[in-house]
């Protein structure tokens, strides 16, 4: 292994991957389940877990003085193994490490979320058309600070790294409390569970396996637990008559500017006196309408930050087929309205990465005939970018709003969209 590349900036691919290999070999050497810290700050003086200095090397930097590594690895044991065999051996897998790694490398899904392993948007980096990132010959100056993190994800990601690293029990190899309770929620999303039922599962598996201590007891302290992730989404208050959002320059307003209709809900009092709530602020009260907006560029940033996931985003301008094919009608690229598009936006059809999305929308009654005077609409985003045995699966499909009320928004669904 180089080691000069210790002097790359924190968010460089070949310094998070040399992070990640320096981390894997160090485990050899755990001291109580400790190693020392060779992070800028910590100086090798310092003895922390192995998350907690893959963290602080990856967001602070190596200490630049130590280069030997006399400490982690068996000494320059590291340095030989990566010199002779380009990469660590069966000595150093993770076959035989003492830390906990389980069936799912939730750590590996962690730093996707938190695009740890991405390369940032470095002037002294360049892509190529193969997707590799080459370093021009620039000298990278090593005194300043690369910070492509901010404090409040650097706690984030220091808790749920610890979280996936707590056994779900003693003895147990293959789940986390944090890839356990994962599980159970992709099991409640694919089979439609209520919250209900998902609560009495959480108190069966309790009460069926008391060694499983500090676990999530209902699905809001689960939610809590998990919500770190990211990809939530947004309340915004609207005209009961779809006039309007109660957003940006009119998130103070408590009337409609267009219909004139209060913001608030109607209320009687005792008197049978109808009045308007929160009519003194827009803080108290509760609205008459309120959509679900799920903000779409974190989400297309999530999707492009898994290796595997952005591979797929690229398919139709990578996977062509011969000439004899070129008429049959196989993916949306292959039609009309995809080529004269991009006959139109050169600069836009030039780059593979561009995003094309298809929209639908339709109402539904999620409360079937036990309330027949209420509707949803959901909008719902088809990535046209993926294969076509994936852009139309449902679970490719990008839930963008959801727009609450008793009939549909017609023609006003536009004030949404």
Known sequence: MDKSLIDLPT??????????????????DLVEGKIRCPCKNCKVEKWFSVNEVERHILFKGFYKPFKDWIFHGKGDTFQ????????????????????FVGRDNIGGILRSAFSVNMPPNCPNLEAREDDEWIEEPVAYDTDVEYDYFTIEEDVTYKKLLEASEEKLYEGCINFSKFSFL??????????????????????LI???????????????????????????YEKINACPNNCMLYWGEFSK???????????????KDRGNIVSDQGTDTCKKGVPAKVMRYFPLIPRLKRIYMSSETAEDKRWHDTERLGEDDKKILRHPSDGLAWKAFDERHRDFALDPLSVR?????????????????????????????????????????????????????????????
């Open 11 to 28: 968010g460089h691919r070949e310094y998070v991957d040399s992070c990640l290999e320096f981390i894997e070999f160090s485990k050899q």
């Open 80 to 99: 030989r193994i990566f010199e002779s065999d380009g990469g660590i051996t069966s000595e150093g897998s993770l076959d035989n490490q003492s830390g």
């Open 182 to 203: 994962l599980h159970l929620f992709h099991l409640k999303c694919l089979n439609h569970w209520s919250i209900e039922s998902f609560n009495m599962l959480l108190k």
């Open 206 to 232: 309790l009460d069926a396996f008391p060694q499983i201590l500090d676990f999530p007891s209902s699905y809001y302290y689960g939610k809590k637990m998990i919500k770190d992730l990211g990809l939530g």
């Open 253 to 267: 307003k408590d009337k409609c500017h267009v219909c004139g209709t209060s913001r608030w809900t109607k209320t």
């Open 357 to 417: 999305l298809g929209l639908a929308s339709d109402g539904f009654n999620p409360y079937r005939l036990m309330n027949t005077t209420y509707s949803t609409w959901p909008v719902m985003l088809i990535p046209y970018n993926l294969p076509p045995w994936l852009c139309i699966k449902p679970s490719s499909f990008i839930l963008s709003t959801l727009i609450p009320g008793k009939s549909s928004p017609g023609n006003d669904i536009d004030v949404y969209l």
